[in-house]
């Protein structure tokens, strides 16, 4: 048995499950867990305000955790490969291993540490911990990627079969270090404490999410299909951000749903969710092959789509929760007192930011990105593309969310609305979805009335999407309707 081994822990932050933790504890007599915060290594798309705020919490947990275990976790911050060079020159480490990430930055600095590393003569080793199936495990007969997610998940699909999740370690030798960092040196926290909200829905770290998914499959699971769909319940599993910091991986949730012996009776009920984690993975599938869509359209047609310009008080009346439109304004209001909205909602959001308001998602994918918890370059990419019709499995330019019947149809009495739009509390239920219908109640509650007509707004994006259809240089293909990942 070889004597040291770093363990490099980014957005893995799990003891149970962690195929690089296990196999340098199967390999080494000593191990020495690092976690180096190097944000200005991720392009432009370093951790938001609120990831950060989830991000100190988790490291912290696990600190705690591995505290437990008779280990510290290392925490440095500069250049991941030069900290990573110090170590193991302090160390005398044989071996590096990590989990794979799969943003394009993130894949170019992989492959920079892994050759820097090789050439000192150290093993340097990456596993999968984050997704059911990697992003390059999965093609079309003619060997590309899939951009439509029905055939890619009736083939990733076939390919799963749940497997029981690496124990956590009972006990870890550990290594030390010079050079580390209090975490709270890293800065990740608001300096004016906006967070309170956080602190009130989230239990960051790898308890919470075993807390969470345990709740979900008691009280949401068996009701999901249709549940999920409802922002006044407590009908998805909230996993998002645990999977995004990978406090627990899509592996050990597929065990838990479909691999206990007890759980038989739950595997009609859990497919739509595993549907949904498919989601997740065909959202990694397409950043990794087409790596320049945070930024550009995938659809290259839509680089003629006439977005509105100017009027920046328009967006910011859209991320304040401002708009008039009551379902509108809990989402996004929801969203910046919780670092969290409801799936159902995002895509109502969404399509009144890109459809209705007619502005570039971008604005809302860099407004979400810095807002959400659960920001994930792939998934926020995806869904906005989605929902704007330019990117994979896009919705048809003629879907435009009426915010109104989606209010009516998925919370029918108004208690979504009400909990986060206070002003409309006291509005009966008839009226909650579209107050504006009583001038005299407006006034009273001091509610403003809608920044745009929906009705007119919707023609007027109907018209611009068949403007942008018509250039014959480019053809669009339309695909059927996908969802957002809960």
């Known amino acids: 048995m070889n004597n040291a081994a770093i363990v490099w822990f980014r957005r893995d932050l799990r003891l149970e499950d962690n195929p690089a933790l296990d196999a340098a504890l199967r390999t080494h007599a000593r191990v020495l867990c690092a976690y180096i915060h190097a944000p200005d290594?991720?392009?432009?798309?370093?951790?938001?305000?609120?990831?950060r705020w989830w991000l100190h919490h988790s490291l912290a947990a696990l600190a705690r955790d591995l505290r437990r275990r008779g280990a510290e976790l290392h925490i440095r911050s500069g250049s991941s490969l030069e900290v990573l060079e110090d170590l193991v020159g302090q160390t005398g480490a044989q071996a590096v291993y990590w989990n794979r990430l799969y943003e394009?930055?993130?894949?170019a600095r992989e492959a920079q540490i892994g050759q820097g590393l090789r050439a000192r003569g150290v093993v340097a080793e990456s596993f999968n911990a984050n997704l059911l199936i990697e992003p390059w495990e999965i093609q079309t007969g003619q060997g590309g990627p899939y951009r439509v997610f029905t055939p890619y998940w009736?083939?990733?699909?076939?390919?799963?079969?749940?497997r029981p999740p690496i124990p956590a370690p009972k006990r870890i030798a550990s290594l030390g270090a010079r050079g580390g960092v209090m975490l709270d040196?890293?800065?990740l926290l608001p300096k004016v404490a906006w967070d309170r909200g956080l602190r009130n829905a989230w239990k960051p770290g790898e308890q919470g999410a075993h807390d969470a998914l345990r709740r979900f499959c008691a009280d949401a699971l068996t009701d999901y299909a249709q549940g999920r769909d409802r922002p006044d319940r407590e009908g998805t599993s909230r996993l998002s951000a645990h999977l995004h910091f990978g406090e627990i991986g899509p592996r050990q949730i597929a065990?838990?749903?479909?691999?206990?012996?007890a759980s038989g009776r739950m595997r009609a009920a859990a497919e739509p969710f595993m549907r949904e984690l498919g989601w997740r993975d065909f959202s990694h599938q397409l950043l990794h092959h087409f790596p320049q869509t945070p930024q550009q359209n995938l659809n290259p047609q839509f680089d003629t789509f006439p977005w509105l310009q100017g009027d920046a008080e328009a967006i910011a009346r859209w991320q304040r929760g401002e708009t008039g439109v009551p379902i509108v304004d809990a989402g996004m209001r929801q969203l910046w007192k919780s670092g969290w909205?409801?799936?159902?909602?995002?895509?109502?959001?969404a399509s009144f930011l890109t459809k209705n308001l007619r502005r570039h998602w971008l604005h809302g994918a860099r407004w979400f990105w810095d807002t959400l918890v659960d920001a994930d370059l792939a998934n926020n990419t995806q869904g906005w593309q989605w929902t704007a019709g330019s990117g994979a499995d896009a919705a048809p330019y003629f879907r435009i969310f009426n915010p109104v019947s989606q209010g009516e149809r998925f919370d029918p009495d108004g208690a979504y609305v009400r909990r986060w739009v206070p002003e409309l509390q006291g509005v009966p239920a008839p009226l909650v979805h579209q107050p504006w219908k009583d001038a005299d109640?407006?006034?009273?509650?001091?509610?403003?009335?809608?920044m745009v007509d929906l009705r007119e707004s919707r023609e007027?994006?109907?018209?611009?999407?068949?403007?942008?259809?018509?250039?014959?240089?480019?053809?669009?293909?339309?695909?059927?309707?996908?969802?957002?990942d809960v």
């Open 185 to 187: 040196a890293l800065a």
């Open 41 to 51: 290594e991720e392009d432009e798309w370093a951790p938001g305000a609120a990831s």
């Open 154 to 162: 009736r083939k990733a699909r076939a390919q799963i079969e749940p």
């Open 460 to 484: 007027a994006a109907l018209v611009a999407y068949r403007q942008m259809r018509a250039n014959p240089e480019l053809s669009l293909t339309l695909s059927t309707p996908g969802r957002l």
């Open 441 to 450: 109640l407006l006034r009273r509650i001091g509610y403003p009335a809608p």
């Open 341 to 349: 909205m409801h799936n159902r909602v995002r895509m109502i959001v």
């Open 104 to 107: 394009p930055a993130l894949i």
């Open 255 to 261: 065990w838990e749903l479909l691999g206990q012996p």
